[in-house]
Every structure is written in structure tokens, then in C-alpha cells.
């Protein structure tokens, strides 16, 4: 039995690439799915039934017909055929609930590693990230100049939101929101700013870079990010309807993401947030 609970890892299997595999994998099976029939005459009918129900439940991990599965135990000499049905050649070495408690005990401690080894290597991120925090002196101007394209979104009836992207000191790529101007949902700061930076870097690629942001970037924004393997992200004022650097949601958590930035929030946040106030009622009022 234990050998068969091993050997569920292998999900997708069938039962041809078992034997292929090793013969004795493709015995271990079919001893699992003879558990599953009674000791005494069963019909074919029945037979493909009790077949169906291993499939579904401690052999769910095989990819196989029920059919095939019933003739290779008939051909394997598991079972062999009566005058009106199917008779075991041998008695069962474990019970049908024996194996299922073993499968399911075993998904759990597989569950439950998977689990611990998520919060192990989020723990050697966080540790490796607060090793190499990268700090730059111009912080301050560099989001100034991202509030100035702040600014000029307004200016444009754009919802006031700029952004610029930094290498080695020097800016290599702005944008201010300009979604309704080109009619572009997409259209976001950042996304302008790092298609900009990629050209000016002829690389979609942006290691080493800075991003400032007036706003805590949304999710769409944040995956872009990830995507252009951006070093650090600052912004300005919190988004707590859509940001994704942990108001709304926090992508940097999320374990499965291949780069994760470091990310600093709450620079000139006040400026940034009277910017999207200020221009929201006036909106209403106007």
C-alpha cells in the first residue's frame, strides 16, 4: 500500500506509462483498484463501476478509462473470469478504506509542506530584500518631478497621477495618466513611463531602475512591474480602492511571482493625495 501511496506524486499517470516506468508500479494499481471489488462473484457491469469509483477516489491522481483499467487487471491475472463474471485470484492485502485513508493522509502532509516551504522561502525573500535595500539621496526630487507630471495630468482633465523611472541617477523615462486622451484603459503613469524607459534602454528589461509613482500603483500596474524586473518602487499617497503594494492587495506576497521589487510608500504622500482631492472636487463642483 505504501508503495502505491507513493506513487500518487506521479498525477496524470496512465496506466501504460506506469508499466513503462516499472511493471511492478502498473501491479501496485491494480492491487490498489482490487480493494476495490468484493471478494465474491461480481458482474462486468459491476466490475466497471467499482472501477469508475477507484478513479474517482484513491486512484483520482491516474489518467485512464475505466475499461482499460478492468481489462489490464484481467490481463495481469489480478482477477480472472467466471462463467458469469469476474472472481479475485487472491485475497486483498489492504482494504478499500485503508488505502483511501493512506492517499488522503498523504495529500495532507503533501499540503502541508508545500505550505511550510511557501512561508520559508517568503521569509528568506523578505530577509534577502532587507539585506540589499537600495537607498538614494535625490528620493525627494525625484518624486517632485513625478508630482509635476502629476500636475500636468490635471491640467488635462486626467486624474492627476505621475510617474517617473530612474537608472544610475538619471531619469530615463516619465508619464502622467493618459487614459482618456488616447482612449486607453492601459494608459496608467506607469505604464507610459516604463514603455518610455524600455525604449530609452532598448530592453524591456528594466534592472537597476527606480520607479516613483505619485499613487500606490494597482494591480495591473504592479504586474508590469514585476514583469520589467524594476529594483524598487517609491510612491507618494496610498490607494486603499486599488493599490496593490498592500492597501487593496498585496502582490508582494504573492508566491508565485518570479521578482519581486523592493517597495517604500508614503513619500510627499500628503502633496500627492491633496493633488487627487483637490482635483475630485472640482470635478463635483464644477
Not at 516506468?21 to 501491479?27: F, G, N, R, V
Not at 467499482?50 to 474517482?56: D, G, I, M, P, Q
Not at 493522509?105 to 523578505?126: G, I, P, S, Y
Request: charged residues 25%; proline residues 3%; aromatic residues 6%.
Amino acid at each position: 500500500m505504501q508503495r502505491f501511496i507513493e506513487l500518487t506524486i506521479r498525477r496524470g499517470s496512465s496506466l501504460a506509462s506506469l508499466e513503462r516506468h516499472d511493471p511492478q508500479d502498473l501491479i501496485v494499481v491494480l492491487q490498489g483498484f482490487a480493494s476495490y471489488l468484493p471478494n465474491d462473484m461480481i458482474t462486468a457491469e459491476m466490475a466497471l463501476k467499482s472501477a469508475v469509483e477507484f478513479l474517482n477516489h484513491a486512484g483520482n491522481w491516474l489518467n485512464e478509462k475505466p475499461t482499460t483499467l478492468l481489462l489490464q487487471t484481467l490481463k495481469k491475472g489480478l482477477i480472472y473470469e467466471a462463467t458469469v463474471g469476474y472472481l479475485k485470484t487472491n485475497p486483498d492485502a489492504f482494504t478499500r478504506e485503508q488505502l483511501e485513508a493512506g492517499v488522503l493522509a498523504e495529500e495532507e502532509r503533501r499540503d502541508n509542506f508545500r505550505h511550510n516551504m511557501r512561508q520559508v522561502l517568503q521569509k528568506q525573500n523578505r530577509e534577502i530584500n532587507g539585506r540589499r535595500r537600495i537607498q538614494h539621496a535625490n528620493d525627494m526630487g525625484f518624486m517632485r518631478e513625478a508630482l509635476e507630471y502629476a500636475k500636468e495630468a490635471g491640467k488635462l482633465g486626467e486624474i492627476p497621477v505621475g510617474c517617473v523611472i530612474v537608472k544610475d541617477g538619471e531619469i530615463i523615462g516619465v508619464g502622467h495618466n493618459m487614459s482618456i486622451a488616447t482612449h486607453d484603459p492601459s494608459a496608467h503613469a506607469e505604464v507610459v513611463a516604463i514603455r518610455k524607459a524600455a525604449r530609452a534602454l532598448e530592453n524591456y528589461r528594466l534592472k537597476g531602475c527606480t520607479l516613483y509613482v505619485t499613487l500606490e500603483p494597482c494591480a495591473m500596474c504592479a504586474g508590469l512591474i514585476a514583469h520589467a524586473r524594476i529594483d524598487r518602487v517609491v510612491y507618494g499617497a496610498k490607494d486603499a480602492k486599488t493599490g496593490a503594494y498592500g492597501s487593496a492587495v498585496d502582490l508582494g506576497t504573492v508566491a508565485k511571482l518570479n521578482h519581486r521589487p523592493q517597495v517604500e510608500g508614503g513619500l510627499l504622500a500628503e502633496e500627492a493625495a491633496t493633488l487627487l482631492t483637490d482635483f475630485f472636487d472640482k470635478k463635483r463642483h464644477g
